[in-house]
């Protein structure tokens, strides 16, 4: 199981990447996600295999989403708000 992918970084939200297959043209994706993702710069080109580590996701759930819906959203990473309420004012 191998997969060509181009990612592309979000100029809209800062750390949402979007993985489709190498060459896969945008237009084709949904409008909806489009317009949330905004300008598409693309970030690298990478082969996706079984023995490749991914920093949020893993590769197989990366590769099975783009086999069934020609895209993978990877989201920018959720916040820890209780941790942001422990620091201090002055520090913030």
Same mark, same amino acid.
């Given at each position: 199981?191998?997969? #060509?992918?181009?990612?592309?970084?979000?100029?809209?939200?800062?750390? +949402?990447?979007?993985? $489709?297959?190498?060459?896969?043209?945008?237009?084709?994706?949904? %409008?909806?996600?489009?317009?949330?993702?905004?300008?598409? %710069?693309?970030?690298?080109?990478?082969? #996706?295999?079984?023995?490749?580590?991914?920093?949020? $996701?893993? $590769?197989?759930? $990366?590769?099975?989403?783009?086999?069934? %819906?020609?895209?993978?959203?990877?989201?920018?990473?959720?916040?820890? %708000?209780?941790? +942001?309420?422990?620091?201090?004012?002055?520090? +913030?």
């Amino acid at each position: 199981m191998k997969l #060509l992918v181009d990612i592309y970084r979000s100029k809209n939200k800062e750390g +949402m990447y979007l993985y $489709v297959r190498k060459g896969f043209d945008l237009d084709l994706l949904p %409008e909806p996600l489009r317009k949330q993702f905004g300008k598409a %710069e693309q970030a690298m080109s990478l082969m #996706l295999t079984p023995e490749r580590k991914l920093a949020r $996701v893993s $590769v197989e759930k $990366v590769i099975a989403q783009i086999e069934a %819906e020609d895209f993978y959203l990877q989201m920018p990473p959720q916040i820890n %708000e209780a941790y +942001m309420q422990q620091i201090p004012n002055d520090l +913030m």
